[in-house]
């Protein structure tokens, strides 16, 4: 079986890479629009208990929401395509992003920022020297929960026309034919541990070697 | 809206299914999680194998596993359970696991000085003492479940899913908006009446 499916790729070169591209794109492309806008305003409300309260609020209830839901509810405002699913896929990073930026600047303890204003730092030089830094490995958790979210959001993609691999899963299943449904599902499957394992890598080596776990 | 309102009971039979097919994994995953968790309470190495394993399951894509479960399982509803059980396994292994680390030693000892056996001991001690924590992770066990199921209805288990694919299927925008908003609902209900008995449990075991 595996062997038919290697077959299917050998057969049909040109559009096993541009699934892939399309997936590596797609996903890529909402991660980096997710970190962009999740990012800064997770610094911003972090700075207001209140206003964080209210973005962790909305941010629970935007993890709550069904992958392929929020997908199909964009399919009838924006249409189908590549465009419509990278809205939709940013939408999907958002929420454990900004959770995590605001967990993380919150989980810094008030004493070593103290310490840092009173050497004379500005508001700004303690947040990019003393506050980012110590909140980097939560921030980063957020970034890779967000990243293994999206790859297999744009999985669904399919479905509104966005391309990727997930077009052979679909294609498959509707045909019934085995070696397409393994072209799609496996290197997908393989992009997320592989994405999963990469930022795991990185989120250890953002850990101060003190706080590292064995 | 006219569509919602003329079709109710379509989307009220796809809502029973949803709610049938997610409560049926939520049960499976938690008896399959229970004892593996009570195991990796009491042993590193078990949690670090359960993680790891259950780990690698939740990371596959949903449309990727519910694809691979059919030459075993088949197209319908046996898939979708399968696979929502191996996605709602390891937040259940984990906070079953550490809600029961997290229980204080001395408690424990006091339990096992007034003779208590090892079983009493877990299950009038240890045990409603981690509920807050296995709630937790039941929460997010349910809200993911959820979420495969609108995706298992491509696989033919039923569910709101059945409605957003014909909605597309049919370029039919009610019937695609009423699927994905009663799903969305569905999931925010959920996860509003888990964290209310997380928070009742928690504010009982602190008073």
Known sequence: MLADAWNYVLAHPAQFATA????????????????????????????????????????????????????????????????????????????????????????VDPDVVDAARGMGMAPRTVLTRVELPLAMPVMFAGLRTAAVQVISGAVLAAFIGGGGLGDFITAGIAMMAWPQILVGAIPVTLLALGTDFAFGRVQRRLTPAGLRAP | MTWLARNWDQVAVALGQHIVIALTALVIALAIALPIGIAAAR???????????????????????????????????????????????????????????????????????????????????????????????????????????????????????????????????????????????????????????????????VG
């Not at chain 1, 990012?39 to 941010?59: F, M, N, Q, S």
């Not at chain 2, 898939?79 to 408690?107: K, Q, S, Y």
């Not at chain 2, 001690?125 to 479940?145: F, S």
Request: net charge positive.
């Open chain 1, 20 to 107: 892939f591209y399309v997936h590596v794109a797609l996903s890529g492309a909402a991660l980096a629009l997710a970190a962009a806008l999740a990012i800064p305003a997770g610094i911003a409300a972090a700075r207001t208990p209140r206003v964080a309260l209210a973005a962790v609020g909305a941010a629970n209830i935007g993890r709550t929401l069904p992958s392929l839901a929020v997908l199909a509810l964009v399919m009838p405002l924006l249409g189908t395509g590549f465009a419509p699913s990278l809205f939709a896929l940013t939408l999907l990073g958002l929420p454990p992003i900004l959770l995590n930026t605001i967990a993380g600047l919150q989980g």
């Open chain 2, 43 to 205: 042993s590193a190495r078990v949690y670090t194998v359960a993680i790891a394993v259950a780990g690698f399951l939740y990371t596959i894509p949903t449309l990727a596993l519910l694809a691979l479960l059919i030459p075993l399982a088949g197209l319908g509803r046996t898939n979708a359970i399968i696979a929502m059980v191996a996605f709602a396994l390891v937040v259940l292994i984990r906070n079953i696991a550490t809600g029961l680390r997290e229980v204080p030693a001395d408690v424990v000892d006091a339990a096992r000085g007034m003779g208590m056996s090892a079983r009493q001991l877990l299950w009038r001690i240890e045990m409603p003492l981690a509920l807050p924590v296995i709630v937790a992770g039941a929460r997010i066990a349910a809200v993911t479940i959820i979420s495969v199921t609108v995706v298992a209805a491509y696989v033919n288990a039923g569910g709101l899913g059945t409605l957003i694919f014909n909605g597309i299927a049919g370029d039919h925008a009610p019937k695609i908006w009423s699927g994905a908003l009663t799903a969305c609902a569905l999931a925010v209900a959920v996860d509003g009446a888990f964290a209310f008995a997380e928070r009742r449990l928690r504010a009982r075991s």
